[in-house]
């Protein structure tokens, strides 16, 4: 499940290449331009990963993973939270990971 899954994107995530660093950063910025203050909001953030269809269940478990692992910050997804939720929806999206815990 996803909770399962939060170690080992944390760990990918450490090994982001450029291309992929500059991708999320686009798509941080995107989500909220004024986020590189202290991060991106719960509101913000659940708004623009809406977007990847995914059932609002599902994103709220990732949040609370993504936060687990020190991703969410004073209530805020910094960068490389953001980066690790993005690769946690890519992953259930492709059946590498799944939402029950």
């Known amino acids: 499940g996803i909770c399962r899954s939060v170690d080992s994107v944390m760990t990918l995530v450490l090994m982001l290449t450029h291309v992929e660093q500059s991708c999320y950063k686009n798509l941080f910025d995107l989500a909220d331009p004024h986020a590189s203050d202290g991060g991106l909001?719960?509101?913000?953030?659940?708004?623009f990963l809406k977007k990847s269809g995914?059932?609002?269940a599902t994103l709220h478990a990732m949040w609370?993973?993504?936060a687990s692992c020190?991703?969410?910050?004073?209530?805020?997804l910094d960068f490389?939270?953001?980066a690790a939720y993005c690769?946690?929806?890519?992953m259930v999206q492709n059946g590498l990971a799944t939402a029950d815990d």
């Open 70 to 76: 020190g991703g969410v910050r004073n209530g805020k």
């Open 64 to 66: 609370n993973a993504v």
């Open 54 to 56: 995914l059932p609002q």
């Open 80 to 82: 490389m939270g953001f």
């Open 87 to 90: 690769r946690l929806v890519a």
């Open 41 to 47: 909001d719960q509101m913000k953030a659940a708004s």
